[in-house]
């Protein structure tokens, strides 16, 4: 990999993964901090229509913010194939042709599990609320 603008590309490439994965990593916690800050106030309030159109934001939340993380998943796939790429021509390198061939699937997929559980679970808050009212009275 004599070639420096090859090099630098490479770094760049690297770095816009981490930095990648570290918004995702930032999504994950801003969106379950959100949630609990909006269920908080939620099980403050008393009877009311309003108390419905609270439950409802979280589930909200937690499907744009999964649509969010599958959109920069597939960043980084992109991201990732290139590389790949790149060290077929140069085999010295190698990283991302070794990862690809030793991860498991829980490691690309964990997320996604994690997202559909926090969509079930708030969707399970709001079906609880509309049929039932505020359930914590």
């Known amino acids: 990999m004599s070639n420096p603008l090859l090099i630098e590309e490479y770094k760049s490439c690297r770095q816009q993964l981490a930095e990648n994965i570290k918004w995702m990593d930032q999504l994950e916690v801003y969106t379950v901090g959100a949630i609990a800050a909006i269920y908080v106030f939620m099980f403050t309030l008393k009877r009311s229509e309003f108390v419905t ?15 969010r993380t599958a959109a920069i998943d597939k960043t980084i796939g992109v991201i990732n194939d290139y590389l790949a790429q790149l060290e077929r021509a140069k085999p010295e390198i190698g990283f991302t042709t070794f990862y ?3 991860r498991k699937p829980m490691m690309r997929y964990s997320r996604y599990y994690a997202w559909f559980l926090m969509f079930v679970i708030t969707l399970g808050v709001y079906g609880a609320t509309v049929i039932s009212g505020p359930f914590w009275l």
């Not at 159109?53 to 649509?67: F, T």
């Open 53 to 67: 159109w609270v439950a409802m934001v979280p589930w909200i939340l937690v499907l744009a913010a999964g649509l």
């Open 100 to 102: 690809r061939n030793n």
